[in-house]
C-alpha cells in the first residue's frame, strides 16, 4: 500500500477536475479558477507518470575531469581562503588567499581523479537528469466538483479532458 501524504498534500474524497498534458496548462485551468472566485486553495496539481530524463552533456577524459576538478577546489580554496584572510596579519591577507586557492586546486584535483579512478571506466560521459511528468491532473475537492466543471467548460481554449 502506497504512502498517503500528510497535511497539505491532502484533500477531502478528491476529484479529478482534469487532465492537462502540460504543465502550464493545468495552470492556466487553475489561474481561470481563481479569477472566478473559486476556492483555489481545495485543488491540487498532481503530475503523473513521471520520467527520468537525462541528457548527456559530454565525454569524460581524464583531462577534463582534472580541470573540473580543480575548477571546483579553486572555489572552495578561495572561500577558505578569503575566511582566513579576514583573521590575517595586515599584509598577509593575498598570502592566504592565494595558499587557500593553490591547496583547494590541489585538493579538488585529486579527489576527482581518485573519484574518476574508481569507476573504471564504467561511466566516462558526464550528464544532468530530471524527473518530469508526462500528464498534470488537477483534482478538486468532492464538494467543489460541479462548480469547478462548470467554470472550466466556461474557459476559452484548450479543452480538458474531463
Given at each position: 500500500?502506497?504512502?498517503?501524504?500528510?497535511?497539505?498534500?491532502?484533500?477531502?474524497?478528491?476529484?479529478?477536475?482534469?487532465?492537462?498534458?502540460?504543465?502550464?496548462?493545468?495552470?492556466?485551468?487553475?489561474?481561470h479558477?481563481s479569477d472566478h472566485?473559486f476556492?483555489?486553495?481545495?485543488?491540487?496539481?498532481?503530475?503523473?507518470d513521471?520520467?527520468?530524463?537525462?541528457?548527456v552533456?559530454?565525454?569524460?577524459?581524464?583531462?577534463r575531469?582534472?580541470?573540473?576538478?580543480?575548477?571546483?577546489?579553486?572555489?572552495?580554496g578561495?572561500?577558505?581562503g578569503?575566511l582566513?584572510?579576514?583573521?590575517?596579519?595586515p599584509?598577509?591577507w593575498?598570502g592566504?588567499v592565494?595558499?587557500?586557492?593553490?591547496?583547494?586546486?590541489?585538493?579538488?584535483?585529486?579527489?576527482?581523479?581518485?573519484?574518476?579512478a574508481?569507476?573504471?571506466g564504467?561511466r566516462?560521459?558526464?550528464?544532468?537528469?530530471?524527473?518530469?511528468?508526462?500528464?498534470?491532473e488537477?483534482?478538486?475537492?468532492?464538494?467543489?466538483?460541479a462548480q469547478?466543471q462548470?467554470l472550466?467548460?466556461?474557459?476559452?481554449?484548450?479543452?480538458?479532458?474531463?
Amino acid at each position: 500500500m502506497a504512502p498517503r501524504p500528510h497535511g497539505i498534500f491532502e484533500l477531502d474524497y478528491p476529484k479529478s477536475l482534469g487532465v492537462f498534458d502540460d504543465y502550464a496548462d493545468a495552470q492556466a485551468a487553475v489561474d481561470h479558477l481563481s479569477d472566478h472566485e473559486f476556492p483555489v486553495q481545495k485543488i491540487l496539481i498532481v503530475g503523473t507518470d513521471l520520467r527520468l530524463v537525462e541528457r548527456v552533456t559530454g565525454r569524460l577524459t581524464t583531462g577534463r575531469v582534472a580541470a573540473m576538478g580543480a575548477a571546483s577546489g579553486a572555489w572552495l580554496g578561495l572561500l577558505i581562503g578569503l575566511l582566513v584572510g579576514i583573521f590575517a596579519e595586515p599584509g598577509q591577507w593575498v598570502g592566504s588567499v592565494l595558499t587557500g586557492l593553490a591547496l583547494g586546486v590541489v585538493f579538488g584535483l585529486v579527489w576527482a581523479l581518485i573519484g574518476y579512478a574508481g569507476t573504471r571506466g564504467q561511466r566516462d560521459f558526464s550528464s544532468v537528469s530530471s524527473t518530469v511528468a508526462t500528464r498534470y491532473e488537477v483534482l478538486v475537492e468532492h464538494s467543489l466538483l460541479a462548480q469547478g466543471q462548470e467554470l472550466l467548460a466556461q474557459r476559452p481554449g484548450r479543452p480538458v479532458d474531463l
